[in-house]
């Protein structure tokens, strides 16, 4: 009986250790970028681009469009996040054409925003850590509803939507998720929905992600309601900016620059267990 015993207890304590030294945490990264004005070289028949066309004002041919394909592919290769929130592509083409670009396996969602200017969102991610399983069109905003390899995280891209509060209010996104908000929003007070201001401890020490009226500041913002937060901040590479200290634009005016956008990056870390 006693032998019988030991037998036992000698098991739970080999199960208990490997499931110790099964458990591991890692970063998982989030980021948004605003890549402002990815237009291909086609005329639409919806909205006027036809600055962005070889005729056009920018004089945007062929060789100009995958210039900014390669910059964009070659910030987010960088960047090496799991999760790229991506604001300022007009279409599905533009978004396969930076997935194809990267290094990264990455995969792509596209959504249109039904704005005059033809601008939607795009989101690329890892098909190895993160596997979306909803995915809401919202007025000014898109949701992307996923499960990472420890929890489920509801990714909402924002362009100032003026109803993004009825979105976050929804009673089965918060039951299900942690929300990770990412962009540039409208005024709303996102504490009372339980979601902190991450940037916020970058812009107190100065830091912002775009260069104006000689002084940075923060113009796109992750609120979220991660406790979990390893760090938040801006992504800035000497490369991405100009002699002068100012992201690299594609144009400064109507000077072409061939740069990559007048905003830099912003993102997130967060711890979370995973299995091996």
Known sequence: MRAAFIIIFLSFCRFDVAAQTTERTRPFGVAYYDVEALYDTLPSKFYDDSAYTPQGRMRWDTRRYRRKIENVARVVDSMGMDVVALYGVENERV???????????????????????????????LGDSFFPRRVTPWRGALCVEGETRGRTLAVVIDRRSTSLGVLIAEKELRRNNNIIILGSHSKLNFDEYGLTDMTSGAERAGRGNRFRRERWEMRDRIFADLADSVRCDVYIRSW?????????????????????????????????????
Do not use: N, Q, W
Not at 250 to 272: H, N, R
């Open 240 to 276: 991405m900016l100009m002699p002068d200290g100012r992201p690299r634009p594609t144009f400064d005016g109507a000077k072409y620059c061939g740069g990559f956008a007048s905003s830099l990056p912003v993102f997130i870390y967060f711890d979370e267990t995973v299995g091996y």
């Open 95 to 125: 978004a396969r054409d930076i997935a194809e670009a990267c290094d990264g396996d990455y995969a792509y969602i596209h959504r249109t925003t039904d704005s005059g200017d033809g601008l939607d969102f795009a989101l690329l991610y």
